[in-house]
């Protein structure tokens, strides 16, 4: 498991040849969330660019892994990204939160997600993942399994989650 760090930084990213200016934040090796009302559906290839606070830019890649679009205020609206590929400023960044940070700059090869898991290296593996159908709702919620203790909520509507 990878921990988090919780961060707002701007970011610029380019979805289906279009540019968009947003905020990202909960930061880790393989992802980040962008938080934007311009979201795109999964599977989304995008091109990240994130203004660090010490005034450099680091350039990522990623897939769209979940997209949020919602009229609840209290709730993100955004996009959960899959890092495919991020730069040694990025890793830089990390370090800053997690000293064991020691990957170096690379490219995790993105593929469908059945098959993801066989043709990525083990520090690339995908967390277990399970879906819980809101009681309220009636939508499918995937939800991280380490997360299950933290209290899950509904993307849709906010209620509470039960495995």
Excluded: W
């Excluded at 947003?22 to 990240?48: Q, W």
Aim: charged share 30%; glycine share 8%.
């Amino acid at each position: 498991m990878h921990e988090r760090f919780v961060r707002r930084l701007e970011t610029e990213f380019v979805g289906e040849g279009k540019n968009y200016r947003a905020i990202s934040s909960d930061f880790s090796r393989y992802g980040l969330f962008i938080r934007t009302n311009h979201a795109f559906v999964p599977g989304t290839e995008l091109d990240i660019a994130i203004h660090l606070p010490d005034g450099t830019l680091c350039r990522l890649k990623g897939l769209v892994r979940r997209a949020i679009k919602t009229p609840i205020v209290s709730l993100k609206n955004g996009m959960g990204i899959e890092l495919t590929s991020r730069d040694t400023n990025y890793v830089k960044f990390l370090k800053e939160f997690d000293p064991t940070e020691t990957e170096e700059p690379c490219s995790f090869t993105a593929h469908a997600p059945s098959q993801a898991d066989a043709r990525k290296p083990d520090h690339c593996a995908s967390p277990e993942f399970v879906i819980i159908a809101c009681k309220e709702c009636g939508v499918r919620n995937k939800v991280r399994s380490e997360r299950l203790s933290h209290g899950p909520r509904c993307g849709k509507c906010g209620c509470p989650l039960s495995p």
